[in-house]
């Protein structure tokens, strides 16, 4: 929908400008008699309801974008190894503060191995500070310590000291505790031996899970996809989503499904891989389930109730040895897309 809703703009901004353009119109001197503006129509003109024919190519390349960019199902889509948001959905902040722009010759990066830590996951967290002498001679002492949004002290965790050439680094591992709050900060302060201080957080989350993926049921095929029935258990009633990334060998990134159920306290998840994907490949191929994350969605949005988070046991799930015989290369598309690509073509298409 977003992806169409953007086509179509870039439609109606050229439509816009088109027809807001007032019609040419003769004025008539003044006489006894006035005559009042009258618009001139050229016999030659295109229906309203046609676009002119400079913008029909703009138009048919619009329409050749759009059926290109749906050529997979939002639930099924290709990935690539650049696609670093699919790629790592929990991936852990790394900031770096760049210390010469308040006179010191250096940086100071805060960096957390993940964003989202199930209550009891440890943590690994990282501090250093990068410079020459010129900044080293002026440290007194680099501390860290976990805050919550309101910047009072959390915890504060046993660092372990490293110096290397211009390097100093601090490196700590310790567990969520779940008597800590949802938002936290991971801060660090520099401070100078004349007394100034600099500060550089890093954003992290701890949650208590409210499902847990256990596994899957058997393989299914059918409609040119390969459906992955994903099992949840001890769950928390709700509607939950569920996005996972594909790969082929537990190396190559194939495709990121989405999926999304009602859960009792317990069920299944459908997740579908489009068949185009799997066309073309060598037979048969060995899948897994990689990046797993689990959301228990409010049911209305805009109320007080949070997204909340499940965990899979598993960082992996194993789906064994595919055959690829059967599928196809057949772009998808449903009715509201079909008829939003006829819509596009229309218009790209000059008048008969």
């Keep these: 929908m977003l992806r169409f809703s953007l086509l179509l703009l870039l439609v109606a901004g050229f439509a816009a400008w088109w027809w807001s353009a007032p019609p040419q119109t003769v004025l008539v001197s003044s006489t006894p008699e006035v005559m009042a503006a009258q618009p001139i129509h050229s016999q030659s003109a295109a229906p309203a309801t046609q676009p002119p024919a400079l913008l029909q190519p703009v138009l048919a390349n619009v329409a050749v974008a759009y059926e290109l960019s749906n050529r997979y199902p939002d639930y099924s889509l290709p990935l690539a190894e650049h696609q670093v948001d699919l790629l790592q959905p929990n991936r852990g902040a790394a900031i770096e503060r760049d210390l010469n722009l308040v006179g010191l010759p250096g940086s100071l990066l805060v960096q957390l191995d993940a964003f989202r830590y199930r209550q009891g996951d440890p943590i690994q967290a990282t501090v250093v500070l990068s410079g020459g002498d010129d900044l080293q001679v002026q440290v007194s002492s680099l501390t860290a310590e976990v805050q919550n949004s309101a910047g009072e002290t959390v915890y504060e965790p046993q660092w372990q000291q490293q110096r290397d050439g211009q390097q100093l680094t601090l ?7 779940a008597s800590w709050p949802q938002e936290l900060l991971l801060a660090a302060q520099l401070t100078l031996t004349d007394r100034q201080d600099m500060r550089q957080t890093a954003p992290f989350r701890v949650f208590d899970a409210v499902a847990e993926i256990t596994g899957t049921d058997p393989l299914q095929r059918g409609n040119n996809e390969l459906l992955i029935p994903v099992r949840v258990a001890r769950a928390k009633a709700g509607f939950y989503k569920l996005s996972a990334n594909v790969y082929i060998d537990g190396q190559q990134p194939l495709a990121h499904l989405q999926g999304k159920a009602r859960i009792g306290s317990s069920g ?5 891989l489009h ?3 799997l066309a073309g490949l060598p037979s048969p191929q060995r899948l897994s389930l990689h990046d797993l994350q689990l959301r228990r969605i409010p049911v209305k ?3 007080d109730e949070q997204v909340e988070w499940g965990y899979s046991q598993s960082a992996v799930l194993e789906l064994g040895d595919v055959a690829t015989q059967g599928f196809y290369q057949q772009p998808y598309q449903d009715e509201q897309i079909a008829q939003r690509l006829q819509f596009l073509q229309q218009l790209g298409t000059p008048a008969q």
């Design 171 to 177: 490196t700590a591992e310790f567990d969520a505790h």
């Design 301 to 303: 949005p805009g109320n």
């Design 275 to 277: 068949g185009s994907l």
């Design 268 to 272: 299944v998840i459908p997740l579908k």
